[in-house]
């Protein structure tokens, strides 16, 4: 098993309300118990430049911002968050989990927000140095079951209509169709433990 897990990018992405943070909390908590050096980072953010960025993007009064201003944006922090932390964690060895990455654009930006699935991924070819993570796990949730889990203070992005959800969903389903060798869909709708499980044998299995 260890020899499945270090030095690997693993990114666990999807609607907001999928439960992706407390789910890359338990991966990364299993990974370390296998003896794994291991390291848990969320995208926008973890840097000081990459939260600075995160506070603009999330801040409720900065609406309306351009999809393509957004695109900009959430590339700058992970280009910092790759040189700061994931670049360097890799090198050592250690197992990168990351809540959201470049998937993220490709779904909100790219699909929901119409600049181009393969648009963004060109621009991520450009200016990161690796666009695809070893798995992208895509924890897949209806909006019903997403909102049940969302009981707080909505941030700008979690504003946005039904209508662009439901658009972002249907991005990281076709992101998944697009890229099935890189993405894996797992269905988030069911409880903690069972997601869980399902996280565990994708990356068990060296997927
Ligand atoms: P989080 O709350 O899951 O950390 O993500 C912050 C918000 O930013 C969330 O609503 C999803 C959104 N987002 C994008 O629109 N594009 C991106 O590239 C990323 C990483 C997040």
């Not at 848990?40 to 506070?55: F, H, L, M, N, W």
């Not at 169709?177 to 044998?201: R, T, Y």
Request: with cysteine.
């Amino acid at each position: 098993m260890k020899d499945r897990v270090a030095g690997k990018f693993i990114v666990l992405d999807g609607p907001d309300g999928c439960g992706k943070s407390t789910q890359a909390r338990l991966l990364r908590d299993w990974i370390g118990q296998q003896g794994v050096e291991v390291c848990a980072y969320r995208d926008p953010g973890t840097t000081v430049v990459g939260e600075k960025i995160r506070e603009i993007l999330l801040d409720p009064v900065h609406d309306p911002m351009a999809d393509n201003v957004e695109v900009l944006l959430y590339m700058a922090a992970r280009a910092q968050l790759w040189k700061e932390k994931i670049g360097p964690d890799l090198a050592a060895g250690h197992c990168v989990v990351m809540d959201r990455w470049i998937s993220s654009t490709c779904a909100y930006q790219g699909y929901a927000g119409g600049f181009g699935i393969e648009k963004v991924i060109q621009l991520g070819t450009d200016c990161l140095e690796r666009v695809w993570p070893d798995v992208t796990i895509i924890l897949d949730v209806d909006r019903d079951t997403a909102m049940t889990r969302m009981d707080r203070q909505l941030d700008r992005m979690e504003q946005k209509s039904n209508d662009y959800q439901e658009k972002v969903r249907q991005g990281f389903m076709k992101l998944t169709e697009m890229f099935p060798e890189k993405l894996v869909l797992l269905d988030a709708n069911q409880n903690v433990e069972k997601v869980h499980k399902q996280i565990i044998e994708t990356v068990s299995a060296g997927k």
